[in-house]
């Protein structure tokens, strides 16, 4: 008897928890900014601290985790619309610790592997990198210190998105270390943008340790990445693979191609491909083909272009133009550092 009523009471233990479980869970996903709602990530930790205790049993726990999981990884989109960069900037930091701490318990979670990847990569270049490169001339230690802190989350970044695409293909991590291309051509349109974003963190990692021969050993296996990207869907993200080929081609090796017609060639792509909602491959070209070529006419005018822009005309992409125009007005102000004036300009020699 006793038995039976035990059984009983666990089963209708479980059945609370179970309603317990769906109605936090629908709560959750109702104030996602995913599914339209008014969440912050501040939010949605709020209502997981509130509803895990409750929740008793490996299962039901997981389930939750997705959910929060799944409402976490659609917040970049709120952020993409945002007018004030301090604010994100200010915000990310929480973000990145709850995605942390949510792949910790579901890893598999692709989604937020996704959304981690590419916040880590994004906080990295434009919060740390972007910063020491403004800070140089006034501090360069400090400048050095972020720069070493951006390596640190770029190297993450990348971990998370080798991670998931391991996931799904099992030894592949070993196969593109060995092989580079064969493991490359596994990928499929599934896997565009986290093997995107695992390039672009590798890349940014490769940039800041160019003193470090293994990093420099591992750019095959980056470029393989980003090529495979192209070939799968240029397109995407705005045509996100073209604009960072546009700064890319001045550092690649071995093409046998002209690196500015390259970066000419990709940045006319990464404008019709954005159809006018992207400043950013004004900003790419300026720093690279006009600086390379110290063609002081064309850096001006590709950053006025840039600085001109009415970030408000494409709310969805609000954020890093607003960004890109920073970059391109500090780039104005520094020409002089960038760009050497024409003999003509020179003072004459006494």
């Given at each position: 008897m006793k038995t039976l009523e035990g059984a009983g009471m666990n089963r209708s233990i479980k059945h609370v928890r179970a309603s317990i479980a769906s109605k936090w869970s629908q709560l959750v996903?109702?104030?996602?900014?995913?599914?339209?709602?008014?969440?912050?990530?501040?939010?949605?930790?709020?209502?997981?601290?509130?509803?895990?205790?409750?929740?008793?049993?490996c299962s039901i726990k997981k389930v939750a985790l997705r959910q929060v999981g799944n409402a976490l990884s659609g917040t970049g989109s709120t952020f993409s619309a945002e007018n004030d960069p301090q604010l994100v900037r200010d915000a990310l930091p929480f973000s990145l610790k709850l995605m942390d701490g949510l792949l910790a318990e579901i890893p598999d979670h692709k989604p937020l592997v996704i959304a981690a990847t590419s916040a880590y990569v994004q906080y990295a270049f434009a919060f740390l990198q972007m910063d020491a490169d403004r800070l140089e001339s006034a501090d360069f230690e400090a400048a050095q210190a972020l720069r070493s802190r951006a390596a640190n989350l770029f190297l993450r970044a990348r971990d998370y998105g080798l991670g998931g695409m391991e996931l799904k293909r099992p030894g592949w991590v070993t196969r593109l270390a060995e092989t580079p291309l064969e493991a490359s051509q596994e990928l499929d349109r599934d896997d565009v943008a986290l093997a995107y974003w695992t390039g672009a963190a590798w890349a940014g990692l490769i940039n800041l340790s160019k003193e470090q021969p293994h990093r420099i050993a591992e750019i095959p296996q980056m470029e393989v990445l980003m090529d495979r990207v192209l070939e799968l869907d240029e397109g995407w993200n705005d045509g996100a693979i073209h604009a960072f080929m546009i700064t890319y081609a001045f550092a690649r090796q071995?093409?046998?191609?002209?690196?500015?017609?390259?970066?000419?060639?990709?940045?006319?792509?990464?404008?019709?491909?954005?159809?006018g909602r992207q400043i950013g491959p004004h900003v790419s070209l300026a720093e690279s083909l006009a600086v390379q070529t110290q063609d002081s006419a064309l850096f001006g005018e590709l950053l006025r272009k840039a600085t001109a822009f009415d970030v408000n005309t494409h709310p969805e992409t609000r954020l890093v133009n607003l960004l890109m125009q920073q970059r391109a007005h500090w780039l104005l102000d520094h020409e002089a550092d960038l760009i050497l004036p024409a003999l003509e300009d020179l003072p004459p020699i006494e």
């Amino acid at each position: 008897m006793k038995t039976l009523e035990g059984a009983g009471m666990n089963r209708s233990i479980k059945h609370v928890r179970a309603s317990i479980a769906s109605k936090w869970s629908q709560l959750v996903l109702k104030h996602s900014p995913r599914h339209g709602g008014c969440c912050s990530a501040k939010c949605v930790l709020f209502l997981m601290l509130i509803g895990l205790p409750l929740l008793g049993g490996c299962s039901i726990k997981k389930v939750a985790l997705r959910q929060v999981g799944n409402a976490l990884s659609g917040t970049g989109s709120t952020f993409s619309a945002e007018n004030d960069p301090q604010l994100v900037r200010d915000a990310l930091p929480f973000s990145l610790k709850l995605m942390d701490g949510l792949l910790a318990e579901i890893p598999d979670h692709k989604p937020l592997v996704i959304a981690a990847t590419s916040a880590y990569v994004q906080y990295a270049f434009a919060f740390l990198q972007m910063d020491a490169d403004r800070l140089e001339s006034a501090d360069f230690e400090a400048a050095q210190a972020l720069r070493s802190r951006a390596a640190n989350l770029f190297l993450r970044a990348r971990d998370y998105g080798l991670g998931g695409m391991e996931l799904k293909r099992p030894g592949w991590v070993t196969r593109l270390a060995e092989t580079p291309l064969e493991a490359s051509q596994e990928l499929d349109r599934d896997d565009v943008a986290l093997a995107y974003w695992t390039g672009a963190a590798w890349a940014g990692l490769i940039n800041l340790s160019k003193e470090q021969p293994h990093r420099i050993a591992e750019i095959p296996q980056m470029e393989v990445l980003m090529d495979r990207v192209l070939e799968l869907d240029e397109g995407w993200n705005d045509g996100a693979i073209h604009a960072f080929m546009i700064t890319y081609a001045f550092a690649r090796q071995g093409t046998g191609e002209d690196p500015a017609d390259a970066a000419k060639y990709h940045y006319r792509r990464a404008l019709e491909l954005s159809e006018g909602r992207q400043i950013g491959p004004h900003v790419s070209l300026a720093e690279s083909l006009a600086v390379q070529t110290q063609d002081s006419a064309l850096f001006g005018e590709l950053l006025r272009k840039a600085t001109a822009f009415d970030v408000n005309t494409h709310p969805e992409t609000r954020l890093v133009n607003l960004l890109m125009q920073q970059r391109a007005h500090w780039l104005l102000d520094h020409e002089a550092d960038l760009i050497l004036p024409a003999l003509e300009d020179l003072p004459p020699i006494e």
